[in-house]
């Protein structure tokens, strides 16, 4: 089991409040991502929840035990980090088993254990070398086979991808995303990467400044943003925000309509612009556009448009926004 509460937690250093109260509850099995910015809180909550840092106020339960004050070790958790923290004189079979060596596990159920870890991860092949004979992946999956020979309630895992190139994120993303369908275990996930949220998440936790935004699916939240923040933060490209005559027009302060919710004309629309920089990707094209007569700031819209698009940079073109999927925004960021 690995349900995980937290009731009304706080954390502070001396004056600064850095988690400010807050309330969360991760259901077992799930696999829930904090996404944000650089400095919202999300490494710092996780450290919570693992023990590694002392909450100011609140309480902490794991499957409905209060953990608030015990020791990492007594939690039933295991943390995966940034930085793979192998010992470079060991060999992968040995690294994975160290933390039942230490444990005083019998030696017989050590090899199992093992063993079974390294077929789910295919490093089987690999127990006998040393993590220098390794590539960034295969390092990565040593780290996250020594947190799974513990059999832990729940994962935690914290930016494990930021130190790999970016095709190795995206095969490492796939092989955690299978390794949560096959042990359905309760995984936490640290990212500044809404890429990632999205597309390994069951439930997304969109934190800045300590607080939390939005709670939901990514397609809820990418449906549905509770607020600028969220509008603005998730999605790739981002939302495109515009206030002034464009959102007044549909009774709002702020309005956001995405990349691929605006229709393209080469003859009339509601707002004229110019082509600046056409990105071609094959599949799509996202078109980065100087629109007319927008408030300063605001004048850069990014339009996605299907297969080639046959646009350059300086042809002018019309958009107009899917009235349907528009956003709207009243003054105080909140969606209407």
Known sequence: MGKINLEHVSKSFGVTSIIPDLNLDIEDGEFVVFVGPSGCGKSTLLRLIAGLEDVTSGTIRIDGRDVTQEAPAKRGLAMVFQSYALYPHMSVYKNIAFPLKMAGEDKTLIDRKVKDAAKVLNLTNYLDRRPGQLSGGQRQRVAIGRAIV????????????????????????LEISELHQQLKTTMIYV????????????????????????????????????????????????????SGAAASKYSAETIGVRPEHLLISRTEGDWKGTVGVAEHLGSDTFLHVHAEGMDHGMDHITVRAEGEAGLNPGDTIYLTPDAQKLHRFGKDGIAL
């Open 191 to 242: 990212t500044h990467d809404q890429v990632e949220a999205m597309t390994m998440a069951d439930k997304i936790v969109v934190l800045n400044a300590g607080n939390i935004e939005q709670v939901g699916s990514p397609l809820e939240l990418y449906r549905s943003p509770r607020n600028l923040f969220v509008a603005g933060f998730i999605g790739s490209p981002r939302m495109n925000l515009l």
């Open 150 to 173: 513990r059999q832990p309630s729940a994962f935690l895992f914290d930016e494990p991808l930021s130190n790999l190139d970016a095709a190795l994120r995206g095969t490492m993303r």
